[in-house]
Every structure is written in C-alpha cells, then in structure tokens.
C-alpha cells in the first residue's frame, strides 16, 4: 500500500507533504476558490459508526465546494453493521466513489479499507488517530504564532487518547514541543510516544501545572471518548484534577492560546472562563477543520 495515496495517519506523511497541506489549507481559507473545482464530478463517500458534528458537515461542505457529491452513510444502515467484511465493502465502494472517509472504532478498519480497496482512504477518527483535527489543530496554531513551529510548545491535559496520539505525530514531524500530563493509566500509545521522543522534544508528566509551564498552546478533550461511555463514572475520578482552568492557564505563556476539538463538557475538562474567554480559538479550530480537510481532499482526490 502506498501510504501517501491516503490519509490515514499524519506518521505516514513526510514533513514536507504535510506542510503542502497547511499551505494549502491557509490559502483556501484567504480564498475559498483558490483551487476551482478539481474534485468536479467526483465522490466522497463517508462512512461514519460513530456521531459527529464537525466531521460529518465540514467534509460534506468541504467535497461541494471542491465540485464532489458527497455521500453520508451511517454504518448501522449499510450492510457493514450487518458484518459484511470491511475488504468487501473496500471493494465494492471503490467501484463507485472517488474517495472514502471514515470515522470507526479499530484502526485495523481504516488500514484494511486501504489495503483492499483502490481509492484514497482519510481517516476521520478511530480510537488511536484523529490526524484530520490536528491538521486543523496545527493551522490554528499558526495563525497565532506563525507558519514556524519551532518555537511552540504544546500542553495537552488529559486523556492519552486519539487526539493525544495524533498531536504526538505531528510533533514529531513537524518540529514543535509537547508537553502532556495524564494521570497513570492513561498514557498515550506507547510506540508513538518512543517515536515523537525520537524526533522532538516530548514530556510526560502527571501534573498539569508543570505541563503547562510556558506553553505556547494548552490543549484538551473529554475524559470519556466514544466508545467509553461506560467507563465515564470511573474516569471522572481518574481525570478529577486534570481540568483546564483560569489558574492552570496563568501557569502557560502570557499569549498563550487554548484549544479543544470539541464537543466539550464545561465544568469537567475545562472551565467556562477558558473555553469561553479571551485566550480560546475554538471556533477558529472547528472552521480550520473545513479549510485543512480540502486541502486534503485536493491532494488525494484532485486532477
Ligand atoms: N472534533 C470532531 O471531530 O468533532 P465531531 O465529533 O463533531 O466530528
Ligand atoms: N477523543 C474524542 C474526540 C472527539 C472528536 C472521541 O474520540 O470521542
């Protein structure tokens, strides 16, 4: 599989691949034509088996406005739920769209879809990755403090989760410090965490404040992912002072920004004060998620 023909992990994109794209996306957000149409007459189809707002709507808008139909198809109504094999439905979608993004569980799905079908796979958020939002995550961030990133550093408070992963790719591509405080037993994946250590500077604490110390960024998510529903109780004591508050945010550097991918729960991960207040460039965040995925969608699917 030629892991480039696919967007299915930000570790699978070279530095400079990856930059393409947040180019691109700056541009296609000071002039939404910049690029025509080069997706006309083409489809995107999306696969989701779990919820979505901004996922869903900004790839949707995204495909028109690069001249594709795109189609939505919920897991549970196509005969994927039914358990055909995910290299049946690879097959099968392959010989009508242009384009598959999908939002599902297992990472081992998005591989396989790529694997055995014949059209580029973007991965819009399994229980490992969510790459996608950290494209926009990273285009958000250089909007503050430029296109360099040497400079940044990131805090990221809270769960090891997709986001937590994917933010430890794209440090380790594209050059910018993390700093992450989870509480034990909720460290991020292992390898990517050895591999990010390999290519930047990365640290792991269990103190948010001490991750905090002069960070450019503070980032967080929800406690419970999709998916964890039943472990949320359980959570809540694990993740009980890994809240992003005023206090925590006072600890950061004096420009520093928040961000979150959203949806958020005020009161247990962050504050009202913060995601509501002067330093959140949230809704930035959830608009670059648009501009980020068609250049994406450009680059795999464009003539
Ligand atoms: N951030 C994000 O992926 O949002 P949705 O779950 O609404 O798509
Ligand atoms: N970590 C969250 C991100 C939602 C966009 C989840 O997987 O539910």
């Not at 930047?200 to 002069?214: H, K, M, N, Q």
């Not at 950061?252 to 959140?280: K, N, Q, T, Y």
């Amino acid at each position: 599989m030629d892991r480039h023909r696919h967007f299915l992990s930000i570790a699978d994109w070279p530095t400079e691949r990856l930059t393409e794209a947040l180019d691109l996306a700056a541009a296609l957000k000071a002039d939404p034509g910049h690029l025509g149409r080069p997706l006309a007459g083409k489809t995107l189809a999306m696969v989701f088996a779990k919820s979505s707002t901004r996922t869903r709507v900004s790839f949707e808008v995204g495909a028109g406005q690069l001249g594709a139909q795109a189609l939505f198809l919920s897991a549970r109504d196509i005969q994927l739920g039914r358990g055909e094999p995910i290299s049946d439905t690879a097959r099968v979608l392959s010989r009508y769209v242009h384009g598959i993004m999908i939002r599902t569980f297992a990472q081992s799905d998005v591989e396989q879809l790529a694997r055995y079908g014949s059209v580029p796979v973007i991965n819009g958020l399994t229980d490992l990755l969510h790459p996608c939002q950290i494209m926009a995550d990273v285009q958000t961030i250089q909007e503050s403090f430029g296109r360099d990133l040497e400079s940044v550093v990131v805090a990221w408070i809270g769960d090891g989760n997709n986001m937590a992963n994917s933010w430890l790719n794209a440090a380790a591509r594209l050059g910018f410090g993390l700093r992450l405080a989870c509480p034990e037993g909720y460290d991020p994946e292992p390898a990517l965490l050895a591999a990010a250590r390999a290519s930047t500077s990365v640290e792991l604490f269990r103190d948010p404040a001490e991750a905090a110390e002069g960070a450019r960024v503070v980032t967080t998510d929800v406690w419970a992912s999709m998916g964890q529903e039943e472990e949320a109780a359980q959570r809540a004591v694990a993740f009980a002072g890994y809240h992003v508050d005023d206090a925590l945010m006072s600890r950061a550097a004096d420009d520093a920004i928040f961000l979150h991918c959203l949806p958020a729960h005020r009161g247990e991960e962050v504050a009202a004060e913060v995601i509501d207040g002067p330093a959140s460039r949230v809704w930035d965040e959830a608009e670059n998620r648009l501009h980020a995925q068609k250049a994406i969608l450009a680059m795999l699917m464009g003539d």
